[in-house]
C-alpha cells in the first residue's frame, strides 16, 4: 500500500511518484523488488530483506540519495518471547519512506504505522514528523511497562527484607534480567537509527523539522536509562536474596550446632558406662540407673541454660 501527502492523505495499491509532498509506501518483499530499480535501492539491501534478522544492532547503511536499516520490533507489555518480534525494514528517502513488512503476523507494527499516518494533518506531514510519530507508537505503551517492572522490583524487595520471598524468585529474576537485556537491546537498535538520521549526511532530510528525531531520541535515551536503572535494582536484589539464603543457612547451622554441644555430653556419659570393666560401682549400686538418667538431665538443662544466657539461640 502506498500513501501520497498532499492537501489530503491519499493509499493507492501502486507506485507512483508524489511530484508534491510526501509519499511512503509499507510494502511487502516481492513488492519490494519491483519497486526498488525505480527507487535506485541497491541490490544488497534487497537482499537482506528476503529473512529476519537474528539480533538487534544490524547496522545502518547510508547511500547517496538514501539510508537503509532493518527494525526489529518488540512489544515490552505483551510480548513474552521471542516469537512476538515483528521484523522491518526502512529506506528512507527525501520525501520518500518505503516500509518493508518482512515479518508481522498479527499486522500489530502495520496497525501502528497506520495510526502514525493520521497524526498530524496531511498538508503539514514531513518525513522527521512521520518517522517521530511511527516511533510514538511504537513506544506509546512503554513508560507504564517500566512502571510496572520497577514497582514488581520493589515488591520483590520487600518480601526479601520481610523475609517472606517466593520459592522460585530466583527464576523470576533471572526472567526478568533477559526481559530488560532484550527492551535494552531494542532502544539501543532505535538509538543507533536516530542518531545516524539525525546527523543526516547524505542531506534527506529538512534542518527545520529534524528536531522531530532529536526528540524521539531523547526520549527513547531516557527509557533505555530507566531500563538500565531498573536492571540494576534488579543485581542487587539477587545479591540481597543470595545474602538472605546465607543468612538462613546460617540460622539453621547456629540451631544445629547449638544441639550438638547441648546433647554431646550424652555422649560422652554414654561411653563412661558402656565401658566393660569389671568394678565400677554403679553398676552394683541400687540407683545406678536413676542416677545416670539424672545426671543426663541436669546435663541438658545445664548447658541449654548456659547456651540461652549467652543468646546462642
Not at 522531530?212 to 531520541?217: E, G
Request: proline share 3%; aromatic share 14%.
Amino acid at each position: 500500500m502506498f500513501y501520497k501527502f498532499s492537501d489530503k492523505l491519499t493509499s493507492s495499491d501502486n507506485y507512483s511518484p508524489n511530484k508534491k509532498g510526501l509519499l511512503v509506501g509499507y510494502v511487502t518483499y516481492d513488492e519490494l523488488k519491483d519497486l526498488a530499480p525505480q527507487l535506485g535501492f541497491d541490490p544488497s539491501t534487497v537482499a537482506s530483506c528476503q529473512s529476519t534478522n537474528t539480533v538487534f544492532r544490524s547496522g545502518i547503511e547510508i547511500y547517496d540519495n538514501y539510508t537503509f536499516t532493518e527494525l526489529k520490533v518488540i512489544d515490552p507489555v505483551h510480548g513474552k518471547n521471542d516469537d512476538s518480534t515483528d521484523y522491518l525494514a526502512l529506506y528512507f528517502k527525501h520525501d520518500v519512506l518505503i516500509v518493508v513488512d518482512v515479518e508481522d503476523t498479527d499486522s500489530s507494527t502495520k496497525n501502528k504505522f497506520e495510526r502514525a499516518l493520521k497524526r498530524f494533518t496531511p498538508s503539514s506531514m514531513t518525513l522527521e514528523k512521520l518517522i517521530y510519530a511511527f516511533f510514538d507508537e511504537l513506544l506509546a505503551k512503554d513508560v507504564g511497562f517500566i512502571e510496572k517492572l520497577g514497582l514488581e522490583v520493589s515488591d520483590m524487595e520487600e518480601s526479601i527484607i520481610e523475609g517472606t520471598p517466593d520459592d522460585d524468585i530466583n527464576s523470576k529474576l533471572l526472567k526478568l534480567k533477559r526481559k530488560l537485556l532484550q527492551v535494552h537491546n531494542y532502544y539501543e537498535q532505535c538509538l543507533d537509527i536516530f542518531e545516524t538520521l539525525d546527523a543526516n549526511e547524505n542531506d534527506i532530510f529538512d534542518m527545520d523539522t529534524l528536531m522531530y528525531i532529536s526528540n524521539i531520541t531523547q526520549r527513547v535515551v531516557r527509557l533505555r536509562e530507566d531500563v538500565d536503572s531498573i536492571n540494576n535494582a534488579v543485581v542487587h536484589l539477587q545479591d540481597a536474596y543470595s545474602a538472605y539464603l546465607d543468612k538462613k543457612m546460617n540460622t539453621t547451622m547456629k540451631y544445629l550446632t547449638v544441639l550438638t554441644t547441648v546433647f554431646f555430653p550424652l555422649t560422652i556419659i554414654v561411653g563412661w558406662y558402656g565401658m566393660n570393666f569389671l568394678y565400677m560401682p554403679e553398676f552394683a549400686w541400687k540407683y545406678g540407673y536413676l542416677y545416670v538418667i539424672g545426671l543426663s538431665i541436669a546435663t541438658i538443662v545445664l548447658l541449654a541454660f548456659i547456651a540461652r544466657k549467652k543468646n546462642w539461640f
